[in-house]
């Protein structure tokens, strides 16, 4: 049985939203990441994917976002043995300053180019994937 996990490439001027994933994450803690979180459960619905990253990205960064398109999928298995399946949309704000809301999820924010992303030494393969692909929808 696979988690789904939902993920937004926040573009705004130039720049994607990338967090700092609170310590305390059981997956990834003090990472940078993209904004999302998991699905739950709903029985018969619609546009389930869309609706749950608007809600996660209101609850980690207290932002509105438009999701405009899909990006990517892909899976992976956490440190704990827990199999996901991982999609991005590409996202622009609709309201609101991000701001660390939920510091259990979230330690801090950076607004990067791709070009910073993209060089940066320590981030994972699979975020400049990510970023990359989102960057060519615009």
């Known amino acids: 049985m696979y988690i789904v996990n939902v993920e937004g490439a926040i573009h705004r ?5 990338l967090i700092r994933r609170s310590e305390k994450e059981e997956h990834a803690g003090g990472t940078l990441s993209l ?3 998991k699905c ?3 029985g018969n619905s619609t546009n389930i994917l869309e609706r749950t990253l608007q809600r996660e990205v209101f609850e980690e960064v207290g932002l509105k976002v438009n999701v405009i398109s ?3 999928s892909s899976s992976f298995v956490t440190d704990a043995g827990v199999y996901v399946i991982d999609i991005v949309f590409l996202c622009y704000p609709d309201s609101g300053e991000p701001f660390a809301k939920s510091p259990d999820e979230v330690e801090d924010m950076h607004w990067l180019s791709t070009d910073d992303i993209l ?3 320590d981030l994972p393969d699979y975020l400049k994937r990510n970023i990359e692909l989102a960057h ?3």
Do not use: A, I, M
């Open 13 to 17: 001027n130039g720049y994607w939203l």
């Open 35 to 37: 904004v999302g979180g």
């Open 40 to 42: 739950e459960l709903e």
């Open 70 to 72: 899909y990006v990517n």
């Open 119 to 121: 060089s940066h030494q």
């Open 136 to 138: 060519q929808k615009l």
